[in-house]
């Protein structure tokens, strides 16, 4: 069974730093693109970060939406089949849904479209508040 799992949201001050993961089962994460993407309350999902699919990590590219670029970090750990969402500096404009995803196709994809990815996880919360 394919399956993404978040974990790691929750409550913190602005300026403060959070770090998401997301497990992946019942495929091996090395070989997909991977995403976040975020949704807050009455708005539209939102990209945040994607790495493309590379024939190994080394070769990995990171992309970032302009409001994560310096302050968030997209990484994977391919032994632990895990991707993750390093997050520093928050501020409470930052406060959303947080969604993991995952894309199987070989070749070139729009990372940044929602409608680009298989597999979503059920999202964990991020807020961002004094």
């Known amino acids: 069974q394919v399956q993404l799992v978040e974990s790691g949201g929750g409550l913190v001050e602005p300026g403060g730093s959070l770090r998401l993961s997301c497990l992946a089962a019942?495929?091996?994460?090395?070989?997909?693109?991977i995403g976040w993407f975020r949704q807050a309350p009455g708005k539209e999902r939102e990209f945040v970060a994607a790495?493309?699919?590379?024939?190994?990590?080394?070769?990995?590219?990171?992309v970032y939406a302009g409001f994560a670029e310096g302050r968030f970090t997209i990484a994977r750990d391919s032994a632990k089949n895990t991707m993750y969402l390093q997050m520093n500096n928050l501020e409470p404009e930052d406060t959303a849904v947080y969604l993991c995803?995952?894309?199987?196709?070989?070749?070139?994809?729009?990372?940044?479209?929602?409608?680009?990815?298989?597999?979503w996880g059920q999202g964990t919360q991020v807020t961002v508040s004094s």
């Open positions: 995803t995952a894309d199987s196709t070989v070749g070139f994809i729009n990372v940044f479209s929602s409608r680009a990815y298989d597999y």
């Open positions: 790495i493309r699919r590379s024939s190994d990590s080394a070769s990995d590219s990171a």
């Open positions: 019942g495929f091996n994460l090395p070989f997909y693109n």
